[in-house]
């Protein structure tokens, strides 16, 4: 179930080709929120864009079929398997529009102008996201648009209430906050632009809730990938995650509950023209 301890890193959830296909059903479960999102926000053909944190580049994929025919797409994530995973998919795809950098914003700055930037569950897992809200405001060209969404953990339910899923939050929102981030960062997302110079700030809320199939399992699954985190801030032993994931995954497939994944917040706005 869980790989050998994690290295302490400031992301817990584990990456590599699995952490992608974790992805992927996250990507598939917000697609249609996503795109209303992106749409509402004003992405058009032509717009040269950037995905920060693009995981396997499925907001990418959906980005360079927007602003096709003569717009452009950048990818940037810190894991070069998910950058390698997506690079291949994007071919497969025949996707010519998009490209994909392994890049770390926290070390360094970006070197081009994009007229569209999306950041989405990265702000999160940051020391210091608002140092990287103005390297992106200085990215952006005058009258860009940035869009941002991430979580409010705190927010999630089930349905019945599951001592579980409860229990395997608080494990997941307090290592986060052991590596120095906050997991329910969304509610302060519009501030945060503010607090970066961007003007014209808006806001929007999205809940996803599921009573069968795989999208249900994607909180355990959540958890289940932390572990390894959660182990070593000492907040958990092994058996006890054993135990704890085990349970969480029993609560998804019983055919009669409810699981409702965090919040999301999702906040847009232009920079300075």
């Given amino acids: 179930m869980m790989a050998p301890e994690a290295r302490k890193t400031n992301y817990v959830i584990r990456g590599g080709a699995e952490g992608r296909e974790r992805l992927r059903l996250l990507s598939q479960i917000h697609r249609q929120s996503t795109l209303d999102l992106l749409q509402r926000a004003g992405v058009a053909p032509g717009m040269a864009c950037l995905d920060v944190g693009c995981g396997g580049g499925d907001v990418c994929f959906e980005l360079a079929r ?61 020391r210091n996201p608002q140092k990287l809200l103005a390297t992106i405001h200085g990215a952006l060209r005058p009258g860009g648009t940035i869009v941002v969404a991430d979580t409010q953990f705190y927010g999630f339910f089930s349905e019945p209430e599951s001592r579980a899923l409860a229990r395997g939050v608080e494990l997941y929102v307090k290592t986060i906050e052991r590596r120095g981030a906050n997991a329910n960062i969304g509610p302060r997302l519009p501030s945060m632009l503010a607090a970066a110079g961007f003007q014209d700030v808006q806001v929007g809320v999205v809940q996803h809730a599921h009573i069968r199939g795989e999208p ?58």
């Fill in 216 to 273: 249900k399992t994607i909180l355990p699954l959540t958890v289940d990938f932390s572990a390894d985190a959660i182990i070593t801030e000492g907040l958990a032993s092994r058996a006890e995650m054993e135990a704890l994931v085990a349970e969480m995954y029993e609560f998804a497939e019983n055919p009669m509950s409810i699981i409702a994944g965090p919040r999301i917040i999702q906040a847009w706005a232009k920079a300075a023209s």
């Fill in 66 to 126: 927007l602003v096709a025919p003569d717009g452009s797409v950048l990818g940037i994530d810190i894991d070069a398997v998910k950058i390698d995973i997506a690079q291949r998919e994007a071919r497969a795809q025949r996707l010519e529009n998009v490209a994909f950098r392994v890049i770390d914003l926290e070390q360094g700055e970006l070197p081009l102008q994009f007229d569209f930037v999306h950041i989405r569950f990265v702000l999160s897992h940051l």
